[in-house]
């Protein structure tokens, strides 16, 4: 079974020898839970790095997660502030390195703490909680999806590759983690059934729902 990371604080920043592209206000490195910073690894397609800047306790947090491609361009950024907004910034590159778009995209609060609806998304950092506090479906910066009782994970994606950058639930009723690329890392397989969503609840399971319908579920019930 995939390991599954638990929660974590602010992840420490260490300098490394590596160029930035002008205009990007980025981490120089980090080592953070459930990957290996600048390693071999580090250097793969989709390495996610992350980040948090606070300008002080009682102010909001910022946090950040940055995609690289195997050469070293920058694919993605995704910003989620105090867990609640959020947005998205994807880069297109050519042949030789121009950068030849930029995409912008804001993700409002949620509507409900405890439910993905349709046409909701999430980004790294960002997460449901259910209304009794106990439990939390996380989007974390490594790029799986965990269902946790308090720090004890109960669920995962198992995706943690860094691919991952928004979590949506779309309009057909498919929850699904797709990458810079706009590509599906994983999904519910729940499509055909449009305004459904997701609700994390009291007793521990994660369900999809269609109306009063069960479409899926995370089969973590009943705590």
């Known amino acids: 079974m995939a390991r599954l990371n638990a929660p974590s604080g602010t992840s420490s920043a260490r300098r490394k020898g590596r160029s930035f592209s002008a205009g990007e206000n980025r981490p120089w490195g980090l080592r953070g839970p459930g990957w290996g910073g600048f390693g071999a690894a580090g250097r793969l397609a989709g390495a996610a790095l992350c980040a948090a800047l606070a300008s002080g306790p009682a102010l909001a947090q910022e946090q950040a997660t940055y995609q690289y491609d195997a050469f070293g361009r920058l694919l993605a950024v995704a910003r989620s502030v105090t867990g609640s907004t959020g947005a998205y ?3 297109g590159n050519d042949a030789a390195d121009n950068r030849l778009s930029r995409s912008v ?3 409002p609060a949620l ?4 439910e993905l609806r349709s046409g909701e998304t ?3 950092f960002q997460k449901l909680t259910s209304t009794d506090g106990r439990f939390s479906f996380l989007f974390q910066a490594d790029g799986n999806v965990v269902l946790y009782f308090g720090a004890t994970p109960l669920w995962a ?3 943690m590759n860094g691919r991952g950058l928004t979590l949506r639930m779309e ?3 498919n929850l699904a983690l797709y990458d810079a690329a706009n590509a599906v890392v994983w999904s519910s397989g729940t499509g055909g059934n449009p305004g ?5 609840q009291n ?16 089969n973590t019930c009943c705590h």
């Open 89 to 91: 910034t994807t880069y």
């Open 105 to 107: 995209t804001s993700v």
């Open 111 to 114: 509507a409900v703490v405890n």
């Open 122 to 124: 999430l980004v790294p």
């Open 157 to 159: 994606s198992n995706t």
């Open 171 to 173: 309009s057909g009723g």
């Open 196 to 200: 459904a969503k997701l609700v994390l």
């Open 203 to 218: 007793d521990g399971n994660a369900v999809i729902f269609d109306g009063a319908t069960p479409l899926w579920s995370t």
